[in-house]
């Protein structure tokens, strides 16, 4: 039991039966919302909007008030790590993020210092905080983190890439390198989730963007392996209530059965398989969250309704599912069709058996 007055999405995350399907979506609070857009216009740019929490608050309670969703997740970004540690963070107009002061060397490494979550990041944990209280535990909020993997590839590219040649170049000449850097990341993520669900969050979720550009080998050895050691040292209890993780990589649908030992209560998937096929391949071992492709919201009201029966039809009458989009909403996605979405899930899930 939680003390929240809707936990459909803790009881999914942990496979425990629930009156109907719980939804909520990636990147709910986005550009694609009119009130989002002028909330940022307010703010002045993208960083100031993530290091207000008041306004962090005001866009994470915004889409709750369009629609009935079944959890808030905090506004933040997975580089507030890295921009703490000094590397220079700033967003391009149409090119997305990049760091002034690149990780090339194993001296660049040893500079780095750990953030401290209550000082460096005191902004996200006090968002954390503020958005608990406007909540008044209606809906679970979920706290998060980029994986090391996926916030060792920007700040060793220096931003966003296509080919991660130079990531790739440091893991196959360099991988201690590499290795020290996600060694030092798993610290700061860890403490820094930590953070987040001693502030409140009611369940975490480590975005493993990049993941799914790695080999097999690679993906155990410098993805997989650091985000187990965040999860084994993650606070799983809280007043008696367990604090679910989900585990997200982007492109990982080949690596469900070892992801689904890693620790994790749940996986997040994305729409390039079918859920089905993942609910049959991780059996009864975690949870699965997903997995509609965003680009179906642009479609009409009823195929919209249809994909979503389709997709809880495919999941099946167990407990266990979350529904999501297999990645974020895009900003040219129509606010009426979401809508669509959510009250789709709802009413075709309602008292499954």
């Not at 700061?188 to 009611?202: R, S």
């Not at 080999?215 to 809280?238: D, H, K």
Request: charged fraction near 15%; glycine fraction near 8%.
């Amino acid at each position: 039991m939680t003390n929240l007055i809707n936990d459909r999405l803790i009881r999914a995350l942990l496979r425990q039966p629930v009156d109907c399907t719980p939804v909520w979506l990636m990147r709910q609070a986005g550009r694609y919302l009119p009130e989002y857009r002028a909330t940022r216009a307010k703010a002045g740019d993208f960083m100031t909007l993530c290091k207000t929490p008041e306004l962090a608050c005001e866009v994470t309670m915004q889409p709750l008030a369009r629609y009935d969703l079944d959890a808030a997740i905090l506004f933040s970004d997975i580089l507030t790590i890295p921009d703490a540690m000094g590397l220079g963070l700033h967003f391009t107009q149409g090119e997305g993020p990049a760091f002034q002061r690149p990780i090339r060397s194993a001296a660049d490494v040893r500079q780095l210092n750990i953030p401290d979550p209550e000082s460096e990041l005191n902004y996200v944990i006090s968002a954390v905080r503020t958005i608990k209280q406007a909540l008044q535990n209606k809906i679970p909020l979920i706290g998060f983190a980029g994986s090391p993997w996926t916030l060792a590839t920007y700040m060793v590219e220096g931003g966003s890439s296509k080919q991660f040649s130079i990531i790739k170049a440091m893991l196959y000449n360099q991988p201690q390198t590499l290795h020290l850097l996600l060694s030092k990341l798993a610290t700061a993520v860890t403490a820094y989730l930590n953070a987040q669900i001693a502030a409140g969050a009611n369940a975490v979720m480590l975005f493993d963007t990049w993941g799914g550009v790695l080999t097999t080998e690679a993906y155990q050895a410098f993805s997989l392996n650091y985000m187990q050691q965040i999860m084994a040292g993650l606070t799983r209890q809280v007043n008696g209530q367990t604090i679910p993780i989900i585990l997200f990589t982007k492109g990982g649908q080949q690596w469900l059965e070892i992801t689904a030992a890693s620790g994790c209560d749940a996986i997040g998937v994305d729409w390039t398989i079918d859920i089905s096929q993942a609910k049959q391949r991780v059996g009864n071992k975690v949870a699965l969250q997903g997995n509609m492709d965003p680009a179906i919201l642009h479609a009409s009201p009823e195929y919209i309704r249809q994909e979503v029966k389709s997709i809880l039809a495919g999941y099946g009458h167990n407990p266990g599912h979350v529904f999501n989009l297999g990645h974020g909403i895009t900003p040219d996605i129509p606010p009426e069709h979401v809508k669509v979405l959510v009250d789709a899930v709802h009413e075709f899930s309602q008292l499954t058996p």
